[in-house]
């Protein structure tokens, strides 16, 4: 397969403009109210070996809880390579830590590593949590023949969405050309692993005497869920089917509580996956680039 272009050669848009506090104090009655725009431009490099550490970061806080149940060294190993499929986004040059990363594995064509095995069997399970997820059951089930392609991406907090578009276009090209060398990734459909949450009622608030803002129905879910990634709700649009579930390592009501998203209330993370039929990932990442404009 022929080696993609310098990162610098694409087209990795510059980020969204941040806004910060001016720091100047020349005026004391205007620095508070003062901002200056800092323009941070990101760049999309190939997975390399010295992003070791940096992807096994954020395939941990990928997976949460669930990311002991997983041999991610391993896994990171995997992704690594295959150094021409998938992308990391970087800030200071080649040689930091990604930021960002995306790619695909081909879980028939790596079902007998052990790793594979690890993450096609805990897919498996979730599986068996709904029946809405029966055609997902069936691809992944060891008899089965059909190309998955299971995407993993993730980004550090705070890192904007409209890095993600760009991603999978890189990803896009790398696929087409994989497929011009006779490689295998013709895939039926692609899984996204993601993760959800939704907010619990604090246990440390039900210790106290004042009068409860909000309540839940459920502790354990039943609630609205919330997309760490607001992309996910777009792709989700597309899928064939989708599905949020508990960790299988779920903490306890203290865990929540330590992840306030408000002050009465604590979020429960879970996983979540979405199933897309190959020939609409590209239209749902069109629909995700379209979304992210206008919202700015």
């Keep these: 397969m022929a080696k993609r272009k310098e990162s ?3 087209s990795p848009s510059k980020a969204k403009p941040k806004r910060a ?3 100047d104090t020349d005026d004391d009655t205007s620095s508070d109210e003062d901002t200056n725009t800092l323009n941070v431009e990101f760049e999309w490099f190939d997975p390399q070996p010295q992003d070791f550490h940096g992807l096994k970061t954020l395939l941990r806080q990928l997976f949460d809880v669930d990311a002991q149940l997983f041999d991610l060294s391993a896994l990171t190993d995997l992704i690594l390579s295959q150094p ?3 992308s990391t986004v970087k ?8 930021y960002a990363f995306l790619t695909v594995l081909n879980l028939q064509e790596h079902r007998d590593k052990p790793v594979v095995k690890q993450l096609s069997n805990y897919l498996m399970q979730q599986c068996t949590k709904s029946p809405a997820l029966a055609q997902l059951s069936d691809l992944l089930a060891p008899s089965s023949e059909s190309q998955v392609g299971l995407i993993l991406t993730e980004r550090l907090i705070n890192i904007p969405p409209e890095v993600v578009p760009p991603m999978y276009n890189l990803l896009f090209e ?3 050309w994989a497929l011009e060398d006779k490689e295998p990734y013709t895939f039926s459909h692609y899984l996204i692993v993601s993760k959800t949450y939704t907010e619990v009622e604090s246990s ?4 106290d005497s004042r009068p409860q803002k909000r309540s839940k129905k459920s502790k354990k879910g039943g609630g609205e869920v919330f997309y760490f990634h607001p992309e996910d709700e777009v792709l989700q649009r597309y899928s064939v089917c989708y599905w949020s579930f508990d960790y ?3 903490g306890s009501e203290a865990m929540s509580d330590s992840k306030r998203a408000f002050q009465e209330l604590g979020i429960r993370p879970q996983g979540h996956m979405m199933l897309i039929e190959s020939g609409k990932l590209e239209q749902a990442v069109k629909a995700v680039s379209d979304f992210l404009s206008s919202s700015t």
């Design 84 to 86: 021409l499929l998938g």
């Design 21 to 23: 506090k001016d720091t």
């Design 174 to 176: 790398e696929i087409a």
């Design 248 to 250: 299988t390592k779920q």
């Design 91 to 98: 800030v200071d040059g080649n040689e930091t830590d990604p």
């Design 8 to 10: 610098d050669q694409h």
């Design 204 to 207: 440390l608030d039900q210790e």
